[in-house]
T-cell receptor, first 110, second 113 residues
Framework: QKEVEQNSGPLSVPEGAIASLNCTYS??????FFWYRQYSGKSPELIMF????GDKEDGRFTAQLNKASQYVSLLIRDSQPSDSATYLC??????????FGKGTMLLVSP | GAGVSQSPSNKVTEKGKDVELRCDPI?????LYWYRQSLGQGLEFLIY????????KSGLPSDRFSAERTGGSVSTLTIQRTQQEDSAVYLC???????????FGDGTRLSIL
């Protein structure tokens, strides 16, 4: 049974700070990793995906993958109150469905 | 372009009734997924369709749940003899060729009275 673990939070950061969201996964064969943002009452929205070890940057977001440690993280620079949401980490092994973590709630205070 | 479309957006029904939820994936996406999300909980995988292959039904919680996908496009999730514990948001997602990333619809909020 694949598992993806996330701290439920809430993670509270002040506006302008860096928010660091972390995720661990159980399946060493996992090939792809995704971060989704979910606002309350809304459906998940894809914000980042990463397939290779290292960092991947997209605007204020950086995804980091360490396959040896089975660890994925998402950094949000210059956090804004509009970033307040639940962030879901997911992993996949190719032609299959994704396994989602339960999500970390992020609160960015003005 | 159009995203994943789900209908109805909300459904309220009495315990014991059957319900059908519809998903229209992004045009050209061959993979389609159904998930369930209960209040304050994570996403629970239900079923996965990939092209003409047999669907992965491993997440369906009971035989009251079934799904089909016609013509490789629109999918219908059917819940028979609904129970109160079936109350949740049912989310559909699609992806190109079965390789992620998945894109989600807005979901159907199902309430069983």
């Amino acid at each position: 049974q694949k598992e993806v673990e996330q701290n439920s939070g809430p993670l509270s950061v002040p506006e302008g700070a860096i928010a660091s969201l972390n995720c661990t996964y159980s399946d060493r064969g996992s090939q792809s990793f995704f971060w989704y943002r979910q606002y309350s009452g809304k459906s998940p929205e894809l914000i980042m995906f990463i397939y290779s070890n290292g960092d991947k940057e997209d605007g204020r977001f950086t995804a980091q993958l360490n396959k040896a440690s089975q660890y994925v993280s998402l950094l949000i620079r210059d956090s804004q109150p509009s970033d307040s949401a639940t962030y879901l980490c997911a992993e996949g092994g190719g032609y299959s469905t994704l396994t989602f973590g339960k999500g970390t709630m992020l609160l960015v205070s003005p | 372009g159009a995203g994943v479309s789900q209908s109805p957006s909300n459904k309220v029904t009495e315990k014991g009734k059957d319900v059908e939820l519809r998903c229209d994936p992004i045009s050209g996406h061959t993979a389609l997924y159904w998930y369930r999300q209960s209040l304050g909980q994570g996403l629970e995988f239900l079923i996965y369709f990939q092209g003409n292959s047999a669907p992965d039904k491993s997440g369906l919680p009971s035989d009251r749940f079934s799904a089909e996908r016609t013509g490789g496009s629109v999918s219908t999730l059917t819940i028979q003899r609904t129970q109160q514990e079936d109350s949740a948001v049912y989310l559909c997602a699609s992806s190109p060729t079965g390789v992620q990333p998945q894109h989600f619809g807005d979901g159907t909020r199902l309430s069983i009275l």
